[in-house]
């Protein structure tokens, strides 16, 4: 019989037996207390455990062991620090087969639950253990202990809320594992250790990754190549919980693509728990969600979550999280990227665009806590509004392609060589160019040059949306006369519009106001 036939055949007992290295360590931590971390790390080890798993759940929480609570246990398993780091102490089984528990350090003497110095060497030992995972729960704050373990794990997922202090909070914490990676990188060389002690120094206090590499580049380039090898190994999952709002479910992806663009570091969102109230009446009767309540919101939204956790333990080369908007690229080069539409992307596309990235960016924006400061939200408003004015307007949009794409042939042709366009159209484009913009009253000359720039006949558009030629005539002559009811005009210039890549909306109300005003002016109604 093969392996993969006697691991199958195995008892929970005998595959235990059989064991001699931990396969997964997953820490959970990041971000203030009260967001959910203890309902992650029990329901998460719960859906391993179903999966037929060895799973241990350690408690290395600064400020006490809770998961007993959740695990149906009348009193929290504790041991001496000692017995804890060197794990001479058993686990304790729990209600859920399969899922066991580490008793926790306890000292009455001490902040933290390991010695100095012990957290490598317990680390070490928790691999040795018989189990396919180990879960950590690191409970919140920044200390050293709950830093090295988060990056000693083989997945790290920070657990997050939708409240400014949590996202804070979370941010805070993503800051504080680089300038640890940072510090453990250059332990053992002073020099450069006082280097970017210096540096740091320079900064204002929790500087982001990003600024920590700059500083130190203003120094030393060798070093700064360090830095920014070391931000590229600091890794990171999230996990939004209590959502409730629709605003909510897209806090991970942004946060995930403001970490790139701000902090440099790369975090991987993972998925999202909905507030729900059977995940607070399970927890009061004592027991797992997964196992109490497996089919409400909140527990699918885990096993959502627990899927994905595992699919990262396992190929932790490859990223599986739910992507970042295009908008969040970790380098923006073009206009289209600012927005995060493609280059194809129509004018509501554009607008829908636009206003979320407005949004984003405006007072008590959640994912822009603690980020940037307002030179740089107006920087970005500007950036955006400049993005926007560009795509929409057909002119300037056709010109910055050309400039932004120059290998991209057919946007060459359907400009320069559009029917062999003459220099005096060319010239024309580059007039208009200059009185387009999103005030533009459209006019029917204006709408006349607008075509004649671009190369196209009237008998080119009447073909295409079955308009007769004498009424486009009328309608760039402006002889509203003769032109039929004002409904049929509004359709009339809506087609037209659009066969000149001209905003429809715009177009529709500036011209219809316009001929009112006439025909108002003329006695008419």
Not at 132 to 157: E, K, N, Q, R
Not at 254 to 263: A, D, K, P, T, V
Not at 332 to 339: E, H
Not at 482 to 492: I, K, M, Q, T
């Amino acid at each position: 019989m093969d392996e993969l036939d006697q691991e199958q055949g195995r008892t929970a007992a005998g595959r235990t037996a059989d064991l001699t290295r931990v396969r997964h360590i997953i820490t959970i931590g990041g971000g203030r207390g009260g967001v959910g971390k203890s309902l992650l790390t029990v329901n998460l080890g719960v859906y391993l455990a179903q999966l037929g798993r060895e799973v241990l759940i350690t408690d290395a929480d600064i400020a006490g062991s809770s998961l007993h609570i959740q695990l149906g246990l009348e009193k929290t398993p504790l041991a001496s620090t000692e017995d804890v780091e060197s794990l001479s102490v058993a686990p304790v089984e729990t209600v859920v087969p399969g899922l066991r528990l580490l008793p926790s350090a306890y000292d009455p003497m001490a902040a933290s639950p390991f010695r100095p110095g012990r957290k490598v060497r317990w680390i070490t030992r928790l691999r040795s253990l018989p189990a396919d995972y180990i879960l950590v729960h690191l409970g919140s704050g920044t200390s050293p202990a709950t830093l090295d373990l988060f990056l000693s794990a083989d997945v790290g997922i920070c657990v997050t809320i939708p409240d400014p202090s949590a996202v804070e909070a979370t941010y805070r914490f993503l800051r504080a594992l680089y300038l640890r990676q940072l510090r453990r990188a250059l332990m053992k060389e002073r020099f450069k250790l006082r280097l970017l002690e210096r540096s740091l120094h320079e900064l204002p206090p929790l500087p982001s990754p990003l600024e920590v590499h700059g500083a130190i580049a203003r120094h030393d380039t060798a070093l700064a190549e360090i830095a920014m090898a070391q931000m590229q190994r600091v890794h990171a999952k999230l996990v939004v919980n209590q959502t409730r709002l629709r605003n909510d479910l897209e806090l991970g992806p942004y946060m995930q693509g403001m970490s790139e663009r701000y902090l440099g570091i790369d975090v991987e969102y993972v998925g999202h728990v909905e507030q729900d109230d059977q995940a607070w009446l399970t927890a009061r009767r004592r027991r797992p969600l997964l196992v109490d309540s497996p089919t409400a919101k909140s527990a699918r939204n885990l096993e959502r979550i627990a899927r994905r956790v595992v699919a990262l333990a396992g190929t932790p080369e490859t990223r599986v999280s739910i992507p970042a908007p295009a908008a969040f690229r970790d380098k923006r080069t073009t206009l289209y990227d600012v927005l995060g539409v493609g280059r194809g992307a129509s004018d509501e596309e554009v607008r829908k665009a636009y206003k979320r990235q407005r949004e984003l960016f405006a007072p008590g924006s959640l994912p822009l806590v603690s980020l940037i400061d307002e030179n740089q939200v107006r920087s970005e408003l500007g950036l955006i509004q400049e993005a926007y004015d560009t795509i929409l307007d057909p002119v300037r949009r056709r010109a910055y392609n050309i400039s932004t794409f120059p290998d991209l042939e057919d946007e060459r042709q359907s400009t320069d060589t559009r029917q062999g366009l003459t220099p005096d159209q060319l010239l024309l484009q580059a007039e208009l160019a200059r009185e387009l913009h999103p005030e533009t009253e459209f006019s029917g000359d204006m709408l006349r040059r607008i075509r004649e720039a671009n190369g196209i006949d009237l008998q080119e558009i009447s073909t295409r949306t079955k308009i007769t030629v004498a009424h486009l005539n009328a309608l760039e002559a402006e002889r509203y006369d003769d032109l039929p009811a004002e409904v049929y005009v509004r359709g009339f210039v809506q087609l037209l519009a659009r066969q000149l890549k001209l905003d429809p909306a715009q177009v529709v109300r500036t011209y219809i106001r316009r001929m009112r005003d006439t025909l108002l002016a003329r006695g008419r109604e």
